[in-house]
């Protein structure tokens, strides 16, 4: 009787076991591959479907809802601001820049939440009659110049912005250093050159604070009050967190003119040309894909921000499965999209720019021909430290292409968009009053875009 007890015991675990596996098998694919609302990209990869009336069900792109480009009025307002240089000296033809300088703790998130702190606080700079100054890359805890990388002169000849060894150089020339003033909202920058200079100023007397962080959905009201804070400042230097720099945004007239300068470095220039050489002997006929996954958090950020999406844009009940389907960049998808733009996947030359997340995806179009600048799929890559020259490779070619799309709310996504407006070029696949918003001038009233 006991071994009978066992027995059927052992039959009952054995089926349990098999039960929770097939279980969580299941529920893996369903996660990975299923297409619910939430995840309505999830398609295998070899399954590109040949229905369209399908792809447009699960894809809904229109390349009329969905192209954003600027008007002629637009363009003549971004080419306005590039050409109004400004003097680094009192003698100068144009205007003069301050002496007062305003530094952001540009360490609010990765290499394009980076950029975009700078960016913006070079923007912002003349709003607070100040110079802006462009500081490092953080990378693991390391500073990287900015020279390795990006080339700002075309910049620094429009906007009132040096670097912070050029900072370094005009204080200590000064005969007054020990008699110029700082402040810090937030803590205040620990590293070199600022901290010895910072030692041998004088901090700021008593001064009104700013919340540490800054809620989404109490944003504009914070900013808006830092703004008229700063602007108050009378401190020669202040430095200010890198969140408020990052959400600084003056709109997208200014993003697009101000990102359109940015140059890369010679070393990038150079993998740049090679690569399109070896490629696209057609130069920049290509279509241009950015594949980002925010480490998972994207479908939530974009929970997050829905509401403010359906109130100030136009996107439409049924088309809101298309930023969702940013977070999961299929094949599939790609078909979609090349179909609304008239082209056709895999024939139209493809070029790939992604995080590292889903590599069977990202082998699956290298093995159909999309063409990536990955030390896995191009003989020539080289990089510089920390893959930064690499991320910057991929930057510019996304700029360069013909057609461009990618994930809406990803900052490389974004600053590539930026850039390609204020040269003439067109972003697809995304609702175009998404990008608007975001971009949106946090000292004016919100309106529908």
Known sequence: MSNTYRRILFILYTLLFFLVTWLFGANL??????????????????????????????????????????????LQDVSNRQEAFVSYNASGPHRVCPEKYIIAKAQYGRHHNQMEEYMN??????????????????????????????NISEIAQRYC??????????????????????????????????TSLFERMQPQGKRVGVPGFIPWSRRNRILKEA????????????????????????????????YSLLQPSPFVRKKVDEFLNYYFSSGNQYIAIHKRHRESSCKKELVEKMPNFREYTHLSPQREKQPLAHCNISIPYLDALHTSLGLKLFSFPLFVAHDGQDK??????????????DKDYYPHFEDCEYGLCALAVDYFLLVEGEYFSGNVISSVTQNVC????????ACHGMEPGIIRLLAHDVLQPFKRY
């Open 418 to 425: 930026f850039a390609r407006l204020g040269k003439g070029k």
């Open 227 to 258: 703004f008229a804070i700063f602007r108050a400042q009378k401190a020669d230097v202040i430095v200010i967190g890198g969140q408020y720099a990052f959400l600084l945004h003056h709109g997208l007239l200014h993003h697009a003119a101000i």
């Open 161 to 194: 912005v040096i670097t912070e060894d050029v900072l370094e150089e005009k204080l200590l020339a000064s005969p007054f250093l020990e008699n110029l003033t700082y402040t810090c909202y937030g803590t205040c920058l620990k590293r070199p050159p600022l």
């Open 360 to 373: 069977n995806a990202v082998r699956e179009l290298a093995m159909r021909g999309a063409r990536m600048y």
């Open 29 to 74: 694919n369903y996660y990975n591959n299923g297409w619910d609302y939430v995840n309505p990209s999830a398609i295998l990869p070899n399954s590109v479907q040949s229905n369209s009336s399908d792809l447009f069900t699960l894809y809904p792109f229109d390349a009329d809802l969905d192209t954003l480009e600027l008007t002629e009025e637009e």
């Open 121 to 150: 606080i070079i923007l912002w700079a003349e709003r607070l009659n100040r110079t802006a100054v462009f500081g490092g890359f953080w990378v693991e805890g390391t500073l990287v110049h900015p020279a390795k990388i990006y």
